[in-house]
């Protein structure tokens, strides 16, 4: 079965650094996505950004970008300039069939 | 831009009662999805839908929970006789590509309450 970790509960940033959130995943499968969406206080899911395990290329959207090693089953987020509306949780997911299988999330902090 | 909406946002219910979910996914997607968040937990997966019939669904999505879409926009989520432990934030997603393809959109969740 696939399963998604995140082993950062918490993680922490000032605001303009960068900061990276680690996910690791484990599938038996070649051909499948991987996204990350944040949560926000409202508890809404906002999708960031996603990545083709097809493409070799790491997907990039404004100043998020993700590093995807596919080999290693690793898929972290880097988050550029960071701003204090990006404070929220973070979930990775991979997505093989019609479901999506989150991991337990990362809650990212924003200090001005 | 196009999102999928739901309602109530919050609703509370005594344990036994029924309750519908209701979702409008975007308008010209054809795959539909419910999750579910327990307070503090990780976002499940329940059921996924298409073509007015369930593709795959979790060990979750057992007798007491039923899904349709009754017309051409609404997509529910039904739970015929709450308990406890079903007091969770329910996403409703959608997809306009099907099996392994794309990214879902999620609503803004609807927060069951079960007293």
């Known amino acids: 079965a696939q399963t998604v970790t995140q082993s950062q509960p918490e993680m922490s940033v000032q605001e303009a650094e960068t900061v990276t959130l680690s996910c690791t995943y484990d599938?038996?499968?070649?051909?499948?996505?991987l996204f990350w969406y944040k949560q926000p206080p409202s508890r809404q899911m906002i999708l960031v950004i996603r990545?083709?395990?097809?493409?070799?290329q790491n997907a990039t959207e404004n100043r998020f970008s993700v590093n995807f090693q596919k080999a290693a089953k690793s898929f972290s987020l880097k988050i550029s300039d960071s701003q204090l509306g990006d404070a929220a949780m973070y979930f990775c997911?991979?997505?093989?069939?019609?479901?999506?299988?989150f991991g337990t999330g990362t809650r990212l902090q924003v200090f001005p | 831009e196009p999102e999928v909406t739901q309602t109530p946002s919050h609703q509370v219910t005594q344990m036994g009662q029924e309750v519908i979910l209701r979702c409008v996914p975007i308008?010209?997607?054809?795959?539909f999805y419910w999750y579910r968040q327990i307070l503090g937990q990780k976002v499940e997966f329940l059921v996924s839908f298409y073509n007015n019939e369930i593709s795959e669904k979790s060990e979750i999505f057992d007798d007491q929970f039923s899904v349709e879409r009754p017309d051409g926009s609404n997509f529910t989520l039904k739970i015929r006789s709450t308990k406890l432990e079903d007091s969770a934030m329910y996403f409703c997603a959608s997809s306009g590509l099907g099996t392994g393809m794309g990214e879902q959109y999620f609503g803004p969740g609807t927060r069951l309450t079960v007293t």
């Open positions: 990545q083709e395990a097809y493409k070799q």
């Open positions: 599938t038996s499968e070649s051909d499948y996505y």
């Open positions: 308008s010209n997607h054809l795959y």
């Open positions: 997911a991979y997505r093989r069939t019609d479901k999506l299988i």
